[in-house]
């Protein structure tokens, strides 16, 4: 049980949550460049892009940003 607990308190997986207007990432490295159609992001194993129309990011934080908009597409380099 213990160790399910520290798994969780120092879970440092990289992960998306995606819905219909917003994209949540989490364990991020880095953020390579920032524009209204495009974002993209590093992470340990390569670059996350996101392109779309009218992207804001709404949260960021050490290694999380959620961001807002009409995303068209992500790909994963």
């Known amino acids: 049980m213990l160790n399910k ?3 969780y308190i120092k879970d440092d ?3 998306i949550t995606l819905t219909n207007d917003m994209i949540n990432v989490n364990n991020y490295l ?3 460049y920032m524009e209204d159609d495009k ?6 194993k390569g670059t996350l892009l996101i ?3 009218n992207l804001v990011v709404k ?11 009409d ?4 790909d994963f380099k």
Not at 39 to 44: M, N, Q, T
Not at 59 to 69: A, P, Q, R, S, T
Not at 71 to 74: D, G, N, Q, S, W
């Open 5 to 7: 607990v520290m798994n």
């Open 13 to 15: 997986c990289f992960n």
């Open 30 to 32: 880095d953020i390579n």
């Open 39 to 44: 974002i993209s992001l590093r992470y340990k």
């Open 51 to 53: 392109n779309g129309k």
């Open 59 to 69: 949260k960021l934080l050490d290694n999380e940003i959620l961001i807002v908009g």
């Open 71 to 74: 995303i068209l597409e992500i």
